[in-house]
T-cell receptor, first 114, second 109 residues
């Protein structure tokens, strides 16, 4: 199993550009989530999904969209990049969607918006 | 924000010593988890304690949970240089995870 994979590893965007961060898992997990990690802030939940076709907002959803058309994939879209979205983004998955427990994390995408 | 806080922010110890870090949170929880993050890497799950449990052990890890004080502690015994990393607590409420701000642990050989 590859676990949770994320692409790209690094990305530089100009203000106003859009892009999609890819996330995939091969463990048949119901629950998938996106976080951003900023210095001194820990991880903050952006969006999450409890199954294909079901998504919901987390703590910091503004400026981001998600969709979950398959169990395996959970892409994160930045609609119009802003410097405040410079961060490291992590995707994670968990087996259960009801009261999820152990999360498996991808290696992260380091995004810089200039 | 419902983000928890961890204490201390940074901890430096000698190899072989014990390391204790604390986590406080704000709301009622389903469970509390601890994760480790090595520099530049993703997080790795260490241990989970449910809201109706008070203490749990896994190898050199001991976790306690006090729901009346909304706090948890992680004890790493007989630390090794390889334990150098950042440690985060995470609580789950419903389907959402809330991470603490992390403790940076340095174990000096």
């Amino acid at each position: 199993n590859a676990g949770v994979t994320q692409t790209p590893k690094f990305q530089v965007l100009k203000t106003g550009q859009s892009m999609t961060l890819q996330c995939a898992q091969d463990m048949n997990h119901e629950y998938m989530s996106w976080y951003r990690q900023d210095p001194g802030m820990g991880l903050r939940l952006i969006h999450y999904s409890v199954g294909a076709g079901i998504t919901d907002q987390g703590e910091v959803p503004n400026g981001y969209n998600v969709s979950r058309s398959t169990t395996e994939d959970f892409p994160l879209r930045l609609l119009s990049a802003a410097p405040s979205q410079t961060s490291v983004y992590f995707c994670a998955s968990s087996y259960r969607s009801l009261s999820p427990d152990e999360q498996y994390f991808g290696p992260g995408t380091r995004l810089t918006v200039t | 924000s419902q983000q928890g806080e961890e204490d201390p922010q940074a901890l430096s110890i000698q190899e072989g010593e014990n390391a204790t870090m604390n986590c406080s949170y704000k709301t009622s929880i389903n469970n509390l988890q601890w994760y480790r993050q090595n520099s530049g890497r993703g997080l790795v799950h260490l241990i989970l304690i449910r809201s109706n449990e008070r203490e749990k052990h896994s190898g050199r890890l001991r976790v306690t949970l006090d729901t009346s004080k909304k706090s948890s502690s992680l004890l790493i015994t007989a630390s090794r240089a390889a334990d150098t990393a950042s440690y985060f607590c995470a609580t789950t409420t419903g389907n959402q995870f809330y991470f603490g701000t992390g403790t940076s642990l340095t174990v000096i050989p």
